[in-house]
């Protein structure tokens, strides 16, 4: 470890350079790891491709190696005399993981609201900004590798891990996760974008094949991974536990080979899932650069296995050299080497990394419902009755890999399984208290909610009612859309004793909600993170302008589902399935305007406390690419934050669906002021890709371009003529000169009256 650290000393470094001249940070990346590489043994590289699980098991049956910091899910070791330090591997995309079966190891750490609350910001700026926030904590927790973060479309309403990932739109999704690479990689730790690809449900994970048509995969899924890629350039990315066409992730040349470091030109490395490897020499040539967690899997595929195919000639040395430099590559290009994360426990500002997961919480909820105004409540309001949720205590987060264990310890212990995916965890972040704080001369009671008949009893008692409605989700399980322990009914009995009556949904993705009519009032609040409390209490009194819009669809019952029935759910354990995703490209809200099908809430959708007038809508080519312009103004005598949306779609039809995002805005406004904005679409966007050329292809004709406030928001349109374009498959990479090159597909405007500030 000294010898690392000497490696990373400003001075020392310097003289190193001419003994160890890949040190020399005045060199590119690829520089530094072809000289690295040169002075390696081939025992040396073999180490650089083989992780091992970071953590004891419960049973003794498995003990990291010494270097492994514990509680952890990763570890490779250094290589000390070549100033090359471990990789010490945490997960996940919310904030700095423990593995539930290091008890000891707990340290308190700040979760991030789930990754669909960030997304539902549809604010790049604050998913950046969160996500170098638990990179730094991962630093001063002594890791260097972030399992994070995860961007597999939400295909599956009912998938165990949507909380996990970005949402159903591939430039939203992939917009946003591309901000939070770029957020923990500028703490000088690798992001990990993860699960590549199509893992979009947790039932069968391990072993189900999912089936969909290559061109239609690479216009929705894979294109949100192609954009995070683009947009963030992660050091690694990891391959998925299940099937593609019949062949593993881990071991899919199509996948890894052709399309991502083919087409894409990735540079970095591709690491396994936790027990996703299958095999040594088919998995190296398919393009598995890393087996991780070595323990998961039922061989040390990328141990002796590796070693001995290469010695027998049946694995190329060339390919391993590739491995080992990719990896090499990623370290330096992150500032690894340089800065390993040595120390175990520097200071973590618990309190003001808190403060950073609320303002992200704050703009992800997403007022759903506001009849007759019930919402932001008054500071006037005599008699305020919350109920259920565990407010009183704190907000509930999602379980598996990507469980924190925060500041204060678990608000409500004993709750779920004992073991992985569980427990269920509380974060102490009590909406209760903060309610109570936002509003000091009301009179608040709390009922657990556990005795239905006393809580309508009491809900005849108080001017307003909120209800705490959660849903625990978590990895290796997928969920029923249906609210658990008859939540539903606590909700309707309240509400017909009381119609001031407000839920706040605390859940992992949509659910159904069967007494929307009764209520006033519909906040969702995904899993709030560390700040979930005041970031609530805040909207719910108005402090702040709800300004989070759906970045899933919210169906209105599961027939309206491409997949009424979960796919798998009736397969024995273990064995094989195929999924057929028949709905192709067309995901979430495409898949429901194709249908004709009306959701119960639309993607994109979400109301504010004030109004918004949207106009002059136009569109122009302007050097082969699609410019769209228009102007938001607040016409409402409150702040407010708008989130104008832009569509696109042929007028002849003959896409997946009607209409594409291709483009929006965040933007808060003062009372009558407005904003001029501008966005450039992508050009993949208004492509299909034709898996017979391998090309993008924009048929030319009329196009309508919609600006509005949902996916199913038309009011304001306009027409543009589209020439014919094609370009290949590796446009995109080669059309740019990766982490400089940034899109102007979105624009994000702090405040302000006549905005112009650019961004992005
Ligand atoms: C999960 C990954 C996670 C890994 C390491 C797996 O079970 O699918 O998302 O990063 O474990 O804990």
């Given amino acids: 470890m000294l010898l690392v650290l000497a490696a990373s000393i400003p001075g020392r470094g310097m003289a190193a350079a001419t003994d160890r001249p890949w040190l020399d940070p005045a060199l590119s990346p690829d520089a530094r790891a072809a000289l690295a590489l040169k002075a390696m043994t081939e025992k040396q590289k073999l180490s650089l491709v083989y992780d091992y ?43 700095v993981a423990t593995q539930r079966e290091s008890a000891d190891a707990y340290r308190e750490r700040t979760a991030l609201p789930s990754a669909l609350a960030a997304a539902a910001t549809w604010n790049p700026q604050l998913a950046r900004r969160g996500a170098a926030m638990i990179g730094a904590e991962a630093h001063a927790s002594g890791f260097n590798v972030l399992l994070g973060p995860g961007v597999d479309l939400v295909r599956e309403p009912r998938g165990g891990r949507d909380f996990e990932y970005a949402g159903e739109d591939p430039l939203l999704a992939g917009t946003i996760a591309g901000a939070e690479i770029r957020g923990i990689q500028s703490q000088h730790v690798i992001a990990v974008l993860k699960h590549f690809a199509l893992n979009d449900q947790e039932t069968g994970r391990n072993i189900l094949s999912a ?19 683009e947009q963030g350039q992660p050091g690694s990315v990891m391959c998925a536990y299940n099937r593609l066409g019949g062949v593993y992730a881990c071991e899919n040349p199509w996948l890894l080979g052709h399309v991502l470091k083919g087409d894409w030109g990735y540079a970095g490395y591709v690491m396994s899932d936790w027990g996703a490897t299958h095999s040594t020499v088919r998995a190296a040539l398919a393009g598995l ?22 010695a027998a000639g049946r694995m190329p040395l060339p390919r391993l050299d590739d491995m080992a430099r990719r990896i090499l590559r990623s370290m330096f290009a992150v500032g690894l080497v340089a800065d390993p994360a040595g120390d175990t426990a520097a200071p973590i500002d618990l309190a003001g990394d808190a403060r950073v997961a609320e303002a992200e919480e704050t703009q992800g909820i997403v007022l759903l419902k506001n009849a007759r105004g019930i919402l932001p409540l008054a500071r006037t309001t005599k008699r305020l009755l919350v109920i259920g949720g565990h407010a009183d205590r704190g907000v509930i987060s999602g379980g598996g890999s990507s469980t924190v264990f925060p500041a204060g310890g678990n608000a409500v212990p004993g709750l779920g399984p004992r073991h992985f995916p569980g427990p269920i965890v509380y974060l102490p972040s009590a909406p209760l208290a903060a309610l109570m704080g936002q509003s000091p001369l009301t009179r608040v009671r709390y009922l657990s909610g556990d005795d239905v008949a006393a809580a309508a009893r009491q809900a005849r008692w108080a001017d307003r009612v909120i209800v705490f409605a959660t849903q625990w989700a978590a990895e290796s399980q997928d969920v029923s859309l249906t609210l658990p322990d008859d939540q539903d009914a606590l909700i309707a009995a309240v509400a017909a004793a009381n119609p001031h009556t407000v ?12 007494w929307l009519g009764k209520v006033a009032g519909v906040l969702e609040a ?4 560390s700040g979930g409390g005041p970031a609530i209490a805040q909207v719910l009194f108005g402090t702040v302008d709800p300004s989070g819009r759906l970045p899933v669809t919210f169906p209105r019952s599961l027939a309206q589902l491409p997949q009424p029935q979960l796919p798998g759910a009736s397969v024995p354990d273990g064995k094989p399935f195929d999924v057929d995703y028949r709905a192709g490209a067309a995901v979430g809200y495409k898949w429901y305007e194709k249908q004709g099908l009306e959701p119960l809430f639309p993607f994109g959708y979400g109301l504010s406390y004030t109004q918004f007038r949207y106009r002059h809508l136009a569109a122009r080519m302007e050097r082969g690419r699609l410019i769209v312009s228009f102007e938001v103004r607040n016409i409402g005598s409150r702040v407010g934050a708008a989130v104008p949306q832009v569509y696109v779609g042929p007028k002849a039809g003959g896409w997946e669906a009607p209409r594409r995002l291709v483009g929006w805005a965040k933007v808060s406004l003062a009372p009558h002021g407005a904003a001029a904005l501008s966005i450039t679409v992508d050009p993949r966007l ?3 890709f034709d898996e017979g050329s391998q090309t993008w292809r924009t048929m030319p004709g009329t196009y309508e371009i919609w600006l509005g406030q ?11 003529h589209l020439p014919a374009w094609s370009h290949a498959a590796r446009w995109a990479s080669a059309s740019r000169s990766g982490a400089a090159w940034l899109p102007r597909y979105y624009r994000v405007v702090a405040a302000g009256g006549r905005a112009s500030k650019r961004s992005g």
């Fill in 503 to 514: 839920v706040v949904l605390e859940t992992g993705g949509p659910v159904l909600m069967p």
């Fill in 53 to 95: 699980f970071g953590s004891e098991k419960p049973d003794a049956s498995y003990q990291p190696p010494r270097g492994a910091r514990m509680g952890s899910a990763g570890y490779v070791p250094g290589i000390a005399d070549l100033g090359i330090p471990p990789q010490w591997v945490t997960d996940a995309g919310l904030g």
């Fill in 211 to 229: 089936d969909i048509d290559h061109g239609q995969a690479r216009e929705s899924d894979l294109l949100a991974f192609e954009l995070a890629i």
């Fill in 289 to 310: 650069d890393q087996e991780s967690g070595w323990i998961f899997d039922p061989k040390p595929y990328f141990g002796a296995p590796l070693r001995q195919a290469i």
């Fill in 686 to 688: 208004l492509a299909m």
């Fill in 710 to 720: 949902s996916s199913a928001d038309t009011m304001v349109s306009t027409e543009v």
């Fill in 526 to 529: 995904w899993y709030p993170g």
